[in-house]
């Protein structure tokens, strides 16, 4: 599918932008190759599969969210580099 300079002018505009001319021919080419890649994804639709194992009678094989094992709260806190109680103490991000 391919996009106009005049579709691109619009956009730039809707967004509040402003471009070159040659801006522009690149976002047209970068856009429409976007949109090709949206087309073909949409011709996959309901047509993917995906093999998890080596066994061709696994596909789409989907395993039950099952908890293995828990760790103790103890010896998770053990583990960290810092703490306060029961706690995890990290860096503050904002000032």
Known sequence: MSISLEEVNKIAKLARLTFSDAEKQKLQQELSAILDYVDQLKELSGKTSFQITDDP?????????????????????????????KFIKVKSVLE
């Open 57 to 85: 009678d696994a596909v789409n094989l989907v395993r039950d969210d099952v908890v293995d094992a828990q760790i103790n709260p103890q010896e998770f806190l053990a583990q960290v580099p810092a703490r306060e109680g």
